[in-house]
């Protein structure tokens, strides 16, 4: 069975920091998606990573994905306190015309000044 | 003009109801799912329908049952609703066929059953 394993669960960081959060998993995959969610709310499209070594990069926010590792980052330069939000990240498992998306656990990032 | 919507969007409800919740999206997308959310906040995907044909069944309880009238709409009905039922739902669609699929997702429905 599919793990999506994400971490840390829970970052809080200062202003002005940066930091990664990671997402391994467990079976071959070469789709990735990174979401944001904000309380309450519903889920954002980030990032679309669909091959071995692609990189997104919006804002402060970039994307990597690693497949051979099964491994994707995330990485936050210069965080500000709009970033706050629960980040997920979602292996597809899905054929070409279908997807199957298996959710991480969500990061939790809070954003101190 | 909203992408993916839900109605309702709150949902309060007793132990034993029948209660339905429904989905449409204006994306001219072919495929969409029904996820839940926990009080975690762990996503789980429930069902997939590709134009109106069931793809994903996840092991949920017979009880939950969706219904596709058209490759617009993507319906959920839940009978006899226990405690545990109690949950964000979010509809979600994407595109059939291409690289990306990303998926779009709905606003949510609190479901909380009493």
């Known amino acids: 069975e599919l793990k999506v394993e994400q971490n840390p669960l829970f970052l809080s960081m200062q202003e002005g920091k940066n930091y990664t959060i990671y997402c391994n998993y467990s079976?071959?995959?070469?789709?990735l998606y990174w979401y944001r969610q904000d309380p309450g709310k519903s889920l954002e499209s980030l990032f679309v990573?669909?091959?071995?070594?692609a990189v997104k990069q919006e804002g402060r926010l970039m994307a990597s994905l690693d497949t051979k590792a099964r491994l994707s980052t995330l990485h936050i330069t210069a965080a500000v306190h709009d970033l706050s939000a629960t980040y997920f990240c979602?292996?597809?498992?899905?054929?070409?015309?279908?997807?199957?998306?298996?959710f991480g656990a969500g990061t939790r990032l809070t954003v101190k000044p | 003009d909203t992408a993916v919507s839900q109605t309702p969007k709150y949902l309060v409800t007793q132990m034993g109801n029948d209660k339905s919740i429904k989905c449409e999206q204006n994306?001219?997308?072919?495929?969409m799912y029904w996820y839940k959310q926990d009080s975690k906040k762990f996503l789980k995907i429930m069902f997939s329908?590709?134009?109106?044909?069931?793809?994903i069944n996840e092991t949920v309880p017979n009880r939950f049952s969706p219904k596709s009238p058209d490759k617009a709409h993507l319906n959920l009905h839940i009978n006899s609703l226990e405690l545990g039922d109690s949950a964000v739902y979010f509809c979600?669609?994407?595109?059939?066929?291409?690289?990306?699929?990303?998926?779009?997702f709905g606003p949510g429905t609190r479901l909380l059953v009493l």
């Open positions: 979600a669609s994407s595109p059939y066929g291409t690289s990306e699929k990303t998926q779009y």
């Open positions: 079976t071959t995959s070469d789709r």
């Open positions: 990573l669909l091959s071995n070594g």
């Open positions: 979602a292996v597809d498992m899905g054929t070409w015309g279908n997807n199957d998306m298996r």
């Open positions: 994306l001219g997308h072919d495929t």
């Open positions: 329908y590709n134009n109106k044909e069931l793809i």
